[in-house]
């Protein structure tokens, strides 16, 4: 029987009783929690190179760069979470090295990220779990190098873009969400901000037409000087080696901080390294189970067949969201404690960009039919149905929490409702979404 096969089979999913988990940020954390609310009675170690408690990256693009909160106030859990639950945590240390056997058991070696490249520790595990994350993606321009180009993925780059911001004008290269929430957040700092997306439109990975035409005119009308189709050429230097602009189409833009924001690739080193399947992230099944049958591998860092829906099961995503960490870990505590499988929920995902809040839930790609449910009267709120052969597949709100909540739990309950109901605004949603039965009573 190959690896995964055995592995789905339970054969994998008694008795491991020391786990190492490298990467400490949302998903070695949930992974850890539903461990021990599964009952796991054995060792937890976490590693992690970063030096902070683990901690919440999402409020680094927003209450963390307005100075709004404190490092302390990120942390996911209080230090003493971690004694309480016997969870041993390891911080400041990477692992560079991995013996692994061929019962799944194994060891890692570690280096301490501040002081070179030599092996320090190592650590035994019978099971092992990858929760290493992404990076930025580089870019391939002339003066990426220069002091005054920050990338936002840590809290320590959230300190330094912070300290910035008020040196003078900030250029934002790549109109995803990080970029957006970041150059949002600068510009309610009183901050000039100009954003260069090489697209023909904002999120362009993320969200559809409507969408990002929404929130295109939500930016400019902000402040935000964005600019579509517009690649940059270089970044400009000064003779100290600080950034003074970016070059575009033979023009130049002033800015003392540019913040590269065009994506992140998945951390996958150690997969390779340990021979797993790989593809643009660490290729795991619906339960976080790797090629090799063992290992487990969990959030940003993997690549999974499309979540929570019966639409599209052939189709492999790697989803970017705290939503989908922690629901991959929880998966994953199940099958190292030998629980059963649950069923997902539908993945979803937000993002704050100044005061207004996008909600996305589902995903988008498989759909025929887009429903765009807008309200003049409500100017700051849009709503879109994406429809699959007549079936609600996604949907996308601005500005809209209550109509989110009613969409995502329709889509997970596969409440039905026609694209023409859909359109209809004078029927509030959350009558509309109700279950069948008591829409039927709600309308006799
Ligand atoms: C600025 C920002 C804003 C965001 N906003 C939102 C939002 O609004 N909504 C949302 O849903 N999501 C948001 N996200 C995304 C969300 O934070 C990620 O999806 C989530 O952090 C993924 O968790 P993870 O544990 O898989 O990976 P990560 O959080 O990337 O953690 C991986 C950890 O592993 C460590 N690591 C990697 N390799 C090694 C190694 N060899 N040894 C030791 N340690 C290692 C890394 O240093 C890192 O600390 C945001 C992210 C950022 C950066």
Redesign the pocket.
């Known amino acids: 029987m190959p690896d995964l096969d055995r592995a789905r089979s339970g054969e994998h999913q008694t008795a491991p009783r020391a786990v190492v988990v490298?990467?400490?940020?949302?998903?070695?954390?949930?992974f850890a929690e539903s461990l021990r609310s599964n009952g796991f009675g054995g060792t937890v170690q976490l590693?992690?190179?970063?030096l902070h408690q683990?901690y919440?990256?999402?409020?680094?693009?927003?209450a963390y760069?307005k100075g709004e909160v404190t490092v302390e106030s990120l942390a996911l859990r209080g230090s003493n979470w971690y004694t309480d639950h016997s969870i041993d945590l390891t911080l400041g240390?990477?692992?560079?090295r991995i013996e692994h056997g061929k019962n799944g058991s194994g060891r890692v070696h570690?280096s301490k990220?501040h002081s070179g490249e030599n092996e320090v520790s190592s650590y035994v595990y019978d099971r092992l779990i990858l929760?290493?994350?992404?990076?930025p993606r580089k870019l391939n321009i002339a003066g990426t190098d220069a002091d005054g180009v920050v990338e936002?993925?840590?809290v320590d780059?959230?300190h330094s873009l912070r300290d910035r911001v008020a040196s003078g004008p900030v250029v934002v290269i790549g109109g995803g969400?990080?970029g957006l929430?970041?150059a949002a957040t600068i510009r309610s700092l009183g901050g000039t901000v100009t954003v260069l997306e090489a697209g023909p439109r904002l999120m362009g990975r993320a969200v559809g037409e409507a969408t990002a035409a929404f929130i295109l005119a939500a930016h400019r009308t902000m402040g935000v000087d964005v600019r579509l189709s517009t690649a940059p050429e270089a970044i400009l230097t000064d003779d100290h080696g600080a950034v003074r602009g970016v070059r575009v189409a033979g023009n130049d833009i002033a800015a003392s901080t540019v913040l590269i924001g065009v994506g992140?690739e998945p951390?996958i080193?150690?997969a390779e390294s340990l021979g797993l399947s790989c593809a643009a992230g660490i290729v795991v099944d619906h339960r976080g189970v790797t090629s090799e049958g063992t290992v487990l591998a969990?959030?940003?860092?993997?690549v999974q067949p499309h979540p929570g829906a019966d639409l599209d099961l052939e189709r492999s995503v790697r989803?970017?969201?705290?939503?989908?960490?922690v629901e991959?870990?929880a998966s994953a505590a199940r099958v190292v404690a030998g629980e059963p499988d649950s069923v997902r929920a539908v993945p979803?995902?937000?993002?704050?960009q100044g005061d207004w809040k996008l909600q996305i839930a589902g995903l988008t790609g498989t759909h025929d039919a887009v429903v765009v449910r807008s309200d003049p009267d409500r100017p700051r709120r849009l709503v879109v149905g994406y429809f699959t052969s007549g079936r609600l597949s996604a949907a996308e709100c601005v500005n809209a929490p209550a109509d989110f909540l009613a969409l995502r739990g329709a889509l997970n309950n596969g409440t039905l409702v026609t694209p023409e109901e859909f359109a209809d605004t004078s029927a509030p949603l959350k009558q509309l979404l109700k279950p069948q039965a008591s829409r039927a009573s709600a309308t006799a």
């Open positions: 490298v990467g400490a940020s949302h998903a070695a954390v949930q590693i992690g190179e970063e683990p919440n990256r999402p409020s680094l693009s927003k760069l240390e990477r692992v560079v570690t990220v929760a290493t994350g992404a990076s936002l993925r840590s780059d959230a969400f990080i929430e970041a992140v951390n080193a150690l969990i959030g940003d860092c993997t989803l970017e969201s705290v939503d989908n960490a991959q870990a979803w995902f937000w993002s704050d």
